[in-house]
């Protein structure tokens, strides 16, 4: 069918190479060689960008140290002073770690979320995993029910976890029941949301003003209240479920084409959905429970790695998590230095710094 | 070693209907297009994707030594590739990536390299005539471009069976006609058996070796072209009034003349 005499449209002059099937014809790929040279600086800058802003999130805080001085505490050379090293090593290092480590896991989810379910809006809580993890909290915080044996100080992290990761089993169940599609599970999540959205609002009408506030408090979400083992538990999270997630990429990618088209590709499209929503729910709600509920996080970072890297997913997945972890470390950033003194809820932060980034990289798309 | 692909009492319920009712047809040879026509609603998608794996069915499906319908997911994705009605419209993908995921989501026979991926894209992408929209966005495209990519995806796997779903719905003539002999041509030089609806009784009749017409989940009529599409069958299947005609250069046409109440 590719007779000669055909007029054919300009390729990209700059291909040499040729497939070794028909050495005559022009290499038809001509420019993807480049794209793939463009996403991998993208990935490098995003990693540039989460650096710095690691840096200044670590560098600046209420306690007014100069960079000089965080410098020297956080490497312990001499002459820092005893006051700088505490600050430093236990407030500001795991506050800017759990910022990062959070930001990647949510967004992380929210990637794959997005693509198991090909829905663009949603995040590891449209299916009513923060809702849970909410309940579970108020559980705690408001009638102090939990599992027995546990110091207070992890009752309310675990409380949450446990709900959290209990509502994507039941999800699960729900939809293994008969081979339900994506469509059917988002309604699930919903419903989720909702029932866990009536439960909590149930557990604050008999709560006491004190605890109910404590629990306001808890819901906008916070990265002052993480420490060491918060930021270890979170990095095997992540140690476990990046890796994992990007072994599966090609497969994540082909069920971008549609369920159909991906099993007959080979892709096990089930056990692919189950796998990653064992790994969603274990990301996010880890991130819920030490951190409380920071929910857009989710939603944009995925979005705005998509505008820079496209869908597949060997760098989909990448650039989502660093996306992730850059914003949310910035927005640890402004929520300390905004209003001089006090530290602002991250939740409110995160989605004050996004939105903006993210309307303006839509904006930027739909003019090219 | 070649084989023939053998359909035999092929049955699909679902929870409270029946779609398709013990659907046998003659032996399909090795590189040959099988067309099946029919009127809407008749099963004819329910039958691919049966075929396909992707829904319960009984009955028996033989290629070689294999029973497509009891086989492991992952011998049948080496055999057999199903291309859907649609690809989805909201993918950031690019045709080039595209094509290549179709290629290493699960390869057919191990790991396969950079450079032989390369050279079947680039192949493909000259076969169906789409290399300049080789680093388009599928979003961008036009309903007719994403089928053509589509089929590219289908195509480039070299399954020993394909199944199209509508291959040609959105093209125009031209495209239809590239699409055709794409079709026709990987079934001749990788002796694929193919499987296509098509909605253009024409074009079934151009370029068929062999027609199954399905009415209601039931074969109404199977064979050579000329012997499946008559008259008498197309009334009975889509009550309307057909001629059959051949035109001055001896090809034949269907013509409709009106409704069969």
């Known amino acids: ?368 | 070693m070649e084989h023939a692909l053998k359909i035999d009492g092929l049955s699909v319920q679902y929870p409270n209907r029946q779609v398709i009712t013990d659907l046998s047809l003659p032996s399909l040879p090795a590189g040959t297009l099988t067309a099946v026509i029919g009127p809407n609603a008749a099963g004819k998608t329910t039958f691919l994707r049966a075929l396909a794996g992707l829904l319960p069915a009984a009955g028996e499906v033989r290629f070689g030594k294999w029973d497509l319908l009891r086989c492991r997911p992952a011998e049948r994705a080496r055999l057999v590739t199903y291309m859907p009605q649609s690809l989805p419209q909201g993918v950031a993908l690019t045709v080039v990536e595209a094509i290549a995921t179709a290629l290493r989501a699960a390869p057919s026979s191990g790991p396969i390299s950079a450079e032989s991926i390369h050279a079947a894209v680039n192949a493909i992408l000259r076969r169906l005539d789409i290399g300049h929209l080789a680093l388009s966005p599928l979003d961008r495209l036009s309903g007719g471009q994403r089928q053509l990519v589509s089929l590219a995806q289908a195509i480039v796997r070299r399954p020993k069976i394909l199944l199209l779903d509508e291959p040609t719905s959105a093209l125009d003539p031209r495209h239809q006609i590239d699409v055709m002999e794409a079709v026709r041509e990987s079934a001749i030089t990788d002796r694929t058996i193919v499987l296509a609806v098509l909605h253009d009784l024409n074009l079934a009749l151009r370029w068929a070796d062999t027609i199954a017409l399905l009415a209601d989940g039931i074969v109404t009529a199977s064979g050579p072209p000329e012997d499946a599409v008559t008259a008498q069958t197309l009334a009975d299947a889509y009550k309307v009034a057909a001629r059959i005609e051949r035109c001055s250069r001896g090809q034949s046409h269907v013509l409709i003349d009106g409704k069969i109440d």
């Open chain 1, 1 to 368: 069918m590719t007779s000669a005499m055909r007029s054919r449209r300009p390729f990209f002059p700059d291909q040499t190479h040729t497939a070794p099937i028909d050495l005559e014809a022009p290499d038809q790929t001509g420019g993807y060689d480049r794209l793939i040279r463009r996403r991998q600086r993208v990935l490098v800058a995003l990693l540039g960008i989460l650096l710095i802003a690691f840096v200044l999130d670590v560098a600046i805080g209420p306690a007014g140290l100069s960079l000089d001085q965080s410098l020297k505490a956080l490497l312990g050379i001499e002459g820092a002073s005893r006051t700088d090293i505490v600050i430093l090593w236990s407030v500001r290092l795991p506050q800017a770690l759990t910022a990062i480590l959070v930001g990647a896991a949510l967004s992380l989810a929210g990637a794959e979320m997005q693509t198991i379910l090909d829905n663009p809006l949603a995040s590891p809580f449209t299916l009513g995993v923060s809702s849970a993890a909410s309940f579970g909290a108020a559980l705690a915080m408001i009638l102090g029910a939990g599992l027995p044996f546990l110091p207070t100080t992890w009752l309310v992290p675990t409380n949450a976890f446990l709900f959290a990761f209990g509502s994507v089993l039941v999800l699960q169940a729900l939809t293994l029941r008969r081979g339900a599609g994506s469509d059917r599970l988002v309604l699930f999540g919903i419903a989720m949301v909702f029932s866990f959205n009536a439960l909590v609002a149930l557990v604050q009408f008999v709560a006491s003003e004190t605890a109910l506030q404590q629990f306001v408090f808890w819901t906008m979400g916070s990265i002052s209240r993480t420490g060491w083992p918060e930021v270890a538990l979170l990095a095997a999270a992540l140690a476990l479920a990046f890796p994992t997630a990007f072994a599966a990429r090609w497969h994540l990618t082909a069920l971008r084409f549609g369920e159909d088209r991906a099993q007959s590709f080979g892709v096990p499209v089930a056990r692919l959905r189950f796998v990653v929503l064992i790994r969603i729910s274990l990301l996010a709600a880890l991130s819920v429970a030490f951190v409380g509920t920071i929910g857009f996080i989710g939603l944009v970072g995925p979005h705005i790695a998509r505008l820079l890297v496209g869908e597949d997913h060997r760098f989909f997945l990448p650039a989502s998590l660093l996306t992730g972890a850059a914003v949310l470390s910035f927005a640890s950033l402004v929520s300390k230095i905004l209003v001089a003194g006090t530290l602002l809820p991250i939740g409110i932060m995160t989605s004050l710094i996004g939105i903006p980034v993210f309307v303006a990289l839509i904006l930027r798309r739909s003019e090219a």
